[in-house]
């Protein structure tokens, strides 16, 4: 996963309130989380797997204490969320431990909305 900060965000993603739309054309991820963060572990460990099977889609990871000023951003309230964009689809926002094969399903939802 890539470790992105809010300088960088920020130049790749137009974000309005709830809703962000990619610049770029390649579908994302972006995971939020924090060190302390138990269920935020068992995400990581979930997302480094999907990342595998989806190199189609970029993987970002935010952590939370280092970079709040993009959780103030995204108005992210719980951890672990993580925010699916792509440049033509709408935000789709998971919260709390969501298992591996949701996660998927909305990735695929995600690349079949990008193809159309």
């Known amino acids: ?7 960088d965000l920020l130049k790749n993603f137009e974000i309005d309130g709830q809703e962000c739309s990619y610049k770029n054309n390649i579908p994302c991820i ?3 989380h924090a060190t302390w963060c ?7 460990k979930i997302l480094t797997k999907l990342e595998k099977q989806n190199i189609d889609i970029i993987f970002y990871s935010i952590d939370i204490e280092e970079e709040y000023e993009l959780a103030e951003i995204f108005s992210i309230k719980n951890l672990p969320t993580m925010i699916l964009c792509s440049k033509n689809t709408d935000t789709i926002r998971l ?22």
């Not at 996963?1 to 300088?7: D, F, R």
Request: hydrophobic content about 35%.
């Open 1 to 7: 996963m890539i470790k992105i900060t809010t300088k």
């Open 30 to 32: 972006i995971d939020f």
């Open 38 to 44: 138990k269920p935020c572990k068992t995400i990581e």
């Open 95 to 116: 919260h709390g431990t969501v298992g591996e094969v949701k996660i998927q399903s909305e990735l695929n939802q995600l690349k079949i909305k990008e193809i159309v």
